[in-house]
């Protein structure tokens, strides 16, 4: 293991060369390491460890926390991290790891018994689990805060609970959902005298009132050309892109992609979606089929994972990936290709299924055709794709009939 400060800053700076960063971001990393350097200079540190990157980024920065910085501390931030993550795994750690929320006190108590419950008696999937920790994290530091208990609440305590969050639409829904579950399960437990839950208000929200973001057929073809394909990750990138612009699929169901789902004989694909469990069958297409060959033979490392897309990083190489993972490389090659406000817009895996929706129905491709590539449950999920195309909203509007009231021809009685 490399302890000697200098030698580190030197072996990162021929790692991230070697891998072809981008040069700005080769700048600004390089940067954040000089400024580390001289001022472990300063102090005389010759040896890196956890507690002098804790020391800088606390004198330095303000503070340790990712979450807390702006964008420019950020890199400062994650420029050290780089160092320390080397330093111990001989790799770049994929992203800082946020901070961990323990629920607290007796309110703390009852809301773990309750994810205890929704993990080991319904059998909840991790991903539905992570979404309700959050919103009673976020009530369990409230209450704990302000010093109120499960035992006393009152339609003052929700109100002002709300007051102080800031909520979109569909966070408020899905905070009003988990929460007055909660309380039910707490009445129904003997933690509270009486169900509480009342006092959540319905938001009357409708999950279909958003429009799905969506990008050309244009612009999903600059993306995929972003994509270096010479380099082993550049190959395996393209394959990613593929599979969620070509197929539309989720990147729960491209981490899990695998060999036994591939027929060659019969050029098709077969699989049970991760999040419906309905089973799909898709065409081997040529892009594709071409793609995962390129794939396969010149960038796979050599694993004995079951998973066709695995992890390039040292520390994880031949690992199945994870989906914040794929999320990540979509929204790379997003920035890289230009898109136009592809910041002030979703830009993971999902935008480009609801891309193929939409390009789909542009030309002319029938409602049930796209439920069924999509795979949706029921021709409802689909509708929402009429709201996005404008040229076919137009032709819905009905003549306008002949007005025969005088007054409105202009002329006054």
């Known amino acids: 293991m490399i302890t000697q400060i200098h030698e580190l800053i030197s072996c990162c700076d021929q790692e991230i060369t070697m891998r072809e960063y981008h040069s700005s971001y080769q700048k600004i990393i390089k940067t954040g390491w000089t400024e580390f350097s001289l001022w472990v200079e300063q102090r005389g540190y010759g040896e890196l460890n956890e507690i002098i990157v804790k020391e800088y980024c606390d004198e330095i920065i303000g503070t340790h926390q990712y979450s807390d910085l702006n964008e420019r501390d950020k890199k400062r931030l994650r420029s050290v991290r780089m160092l320390l993550s080397y330093q111990r795994d001989g790799d770049f750690e994929f992203r800082i790891p946020t901070r961990q929320r323990l629920f607290r006190g007796s309110s703390g108590e009852a809301m773990q018994k309750y994810m205890n419950y929704l993990r080991d008696v319904l059998t909840l999937k991790e991903t539905t689990m992570s979404n309700k920790r959050h919103y009673l994290h976020l009530f369990n530091e409230f209450l704990e805060i302000r010093g109120y208990s499960l035992e006393h609440l009152a339609a003052a305590t929700m109100s002002d609970f709300y007051q102080n969050q800031i909520l979109s639409l569909p966070m408020l829904h899905n905070c009003n959902s988990t ?20 006092y959540i208000l319905p ?3 409708k999950s279909n009132c958003k429009i799905p973001t969506t990008y050309t057929e244009n612009e999903i073809s600059t993306v995929l050309a972003a994509v270096n394909r010479s380099s082993s990750i550049g190959k395996r990138d393209y394959l990613i892109l593929l599979l969620a612009a070509e197929y539309g699929w989720r990147a729960s169901d491209i981490v899990k992609f695998n060999f036994d789902q591939i027929d060659w004989d019969k050029n098709r694909i077969s699989f049970q979606q ?18 995962l060959i390129d794939y396969l033979k010149s960038g796979r490392p050599q694993t ?8 390039a990083e040292s520390s994880k190489r031949g690992q199945p990936m994870n989906k914040t993972t794929i999320h990540s490389i979509v929204t790379k090659y997003m920035s890289a290709a230009n898109i136009k406000d592809w910041k002030q817009k979703k830009h993971g895996p999902h935008s480009l299924r609801h891309s193929l929706a939409s390009n789909m129905l542009k030309n002319n491709v029938s409602m049930q055709v796209i439920s069924n590539v999509l795979e949706h449950r029921s021709m409802e999920s689909t ?11 137009r032709e819905c509007p009905l003549p306008m009939p ?9 002329v006054l009685v």
């Open 179 to 198: 929460l007055k579950l909660f309380l039910r399960y707490a009445y129904d437990c003997g933690v509270t005298p009486k169900d509480y839950s009342i």
């Open 203 to 205: 938001d009357n929200y």
């Open 274 to 291: 991760s999040k419906t469990e309905v089973q799909a069958e898709y065409p081997l297409l040529s892009s594709v089929g071409n793609a």
């Open 304 to 311: 004995p994972a079951k998973e066709i897309i695995v992890s």
């Open 383 to 393: 509708r929402i794709y009429l709201t996005i195309d404008i040229n076919r909203l």
């Open 402 to 410: 002949t007005i025969k009231t005088a007054y409105y021809r202009g």
